[in-house]
């Protein structure tokens, strides 16, 4: 497969990938389904992991490599293989945008796993609980977080969900550095062929 079309495809899988990461930020300022307010929602959530790290700043790198099969930065001294070959190169920085982007939403889930959500405690007082005891391994304790309800359950599936999909963004984004040093270095694989069938 050519190195843009094969980018072509991690942009492809990039997109939906924002968008769920997008949509679960949103949720987490629905802990349970429920609007709340602001100052009852753990500090995590407005850190803003799956909005701007793995939302925002993943389009940018998703874009470009859908981009990258077609586009020969207008050639390069009227020699569009080079143009390709530029853009091959100029697309590892996006996609060390994208490395970054998806870095911070995966940092951010995992301090929010560790500390637990913050929520109304069974002595009336609100605070984050779990904050300096282990608390995944003991689901019976969950229970002690009164407000919101299923607060638990709600951080921990949404802040999973955005650290397994910043995972996988991440590798996603370092293949195609892989991929963008072959484009630059080898050229467009069906460039040969195309310029084959012209001269011939």
Same mark, same amino acid.
């Given at each position: ?55 925002? #700043?993943? $389009? =940018?790198?998703? !874009?470009?490599? &859908? @981009? /990258?099969?077609?586009?020969?930065? %207008? ?80 951080? #921990?599936? $949404? =802040?999973?969900? !955005?650290?397994? &999909? @910043? /995972?996988?963004?991440?590798?996603? %984004? ?27």
């Amino acid at each position: 497969m050519c190195p843009g079309a094969f980018a072509k495809c991690l942009g492809i899988s990039l997109l939906p990938l924002s968008v769920v990461c997008v949509l679960c930020n949103i949720l987490l300022f629905f802990p349970g389904g429920t609007p709340v307010e602001s100052h009852q929602l753990s500090e995590e959530v407005w850190y803003f992991g799956g909005i701007l790290g793995s939302g925002v #700043l993943m $389009l =940018f790198p998703a !874009l470009v490599f &859908l @981009g /990258l099969k077609n586009n020969d930065c %207008c050639g390069c001294c009227g020699n569009a293989s080079c143009g390709r070959r530029f853009a091959m190169l100029s697309s590892i920085l996006f996609a060390a945008v994208g490395v970054l982007g998806a870095g911070y939403s995966v940092v951010v889930s995992v301090l929010a796993i560790k500390r637990g959500p913050f929520c109304l405690y069974s002595n009336g007082v609100w605070i984050y609980p779990f904050e300096n005891r282990d608390y995944l391994s003991n689901s019976a304790s969950w229970k002690e977080c009164v407000q919101p309800v299923d607060v638990v359950h709600w951080n #921990l599936s $949404l =802040f999973s969900v !955005l650290l397994a &999909l @910043g /995972l996988v963004q991440a590798v996603l %984004c370092a293949v195609q550095v892989v991929n963008g040093l072959l484009g630059a270095l080898c050229g467009d694989c069906c460039g040969g062929s195309r310029g084959a069938q012209a001269t011939a």
